[in-house]
C-alpha cells in the first residue's frame, strides 16, 4: 500500500467584496539567479545575448546578463494572481523597468490595491519590485474579481 500524499490545496479565491482600497499584498522575495535569468529568457523566446552570455553583456556596458521585461512582467503577474487566486482574471499590466535584475540579486516585490470599480469588479494594484540597485519594475495590474466564490 501506497502512503497517503499531501494534495496541494488550490489557493483561494478573494471576492471584490473582501478587497479594499488601500490592502497591501505580501511580499514576495525572488532570488535572482543566474539559471532564472538564462531559462526564463530561452522560454519566451528571447535570445539576445545580454540575457545569456556575461562577457557579451559587459562588453555592452552591463555587469553581468540581466532579466528580461517578459520575465519581470510574468512575475508581477505571478504575484498578483497569487494573491488574487485562480478565479482572478488579469485585465492589465502597464509596467515600467527600472535598475535590471543581476544573478545574485534578491528581487521584493510589493503591491498595494489603489483602486476599485464596483460596476465591472475591477480592482487595480500597484507594484514595485526592487533590488539592491533600486526599483527594479513598477506598474499597475488590474485585475477582476468574482463577485462571489462557489465551492
Known amino acids: 500500500m501506497s502512503p497517503v500524499r499531501d494534495t496541494p490545496a488550490v489557493p483561494a479565491t478573494r471576492t ?10 505580501p511580499d514576495l522575495t525572488i532570488p535572482v539567479t543566474r539559471t532564472l535569468i538564462v531559462a526564463t529568457a530561452l522560454a ?3 535570445y539576445q545575448d545580454v540575457h545569456h552570455d556575461p562577457e557579451l553583456a559587459r562588453e555592452r556596458g552591463s555587469k553581468d546578463i540581466f532579466m528580461n521585461i517578459l ?7 505571478r504575484y498578483v494572481t497569487g ?13 515600467r523597468l527600472g535598475a535590471p535584475n543581476h544573478p545574485g540579486d534578491t528581487m521584493v516585490l510589493t503591491g498595494t490595491v489603489t483602486a ?3 460596476a465591472d469588479r475591477h ?3 500597484a ?6 540597485l533600486g526599483a527594479h519594475v513598477t506598474g499597475t495590474v488590474t485585475v477582476r474579481l468574482p463577485g462571489e466564490v462557489t465551492p
Not at 471584490?16 to 499584498?25: F, I, M, N, Q, S
Not at 507594484?127 to 539592491?132: D, E, H, I, L
Request: hydrophobic share 45%; proline share 2%.
Open 123 to 125: 480592482v487595480d494594484i
Open 83 to 95: 494573491w488574487a487566486g485562480p478565479a482572478a482574471v488579469v485585465r492589465a499590466v502597464r509596467i
Open 44 to 46: 519566451s523566446r528571447d
Open 71 to 77: 520575465t519581470s512582467n510574468g512575475l508581477v503577474d
Open 16 to 25: 471584490y467584496a473582501e478587497v479594499a482600497v488601500g490592502d497591501v499584498l
Open 127 to 132: 507594484v514595485k519590485g526592487t533590488n539592491s
Open 116 to 118: 476599485k470599480s464596483d
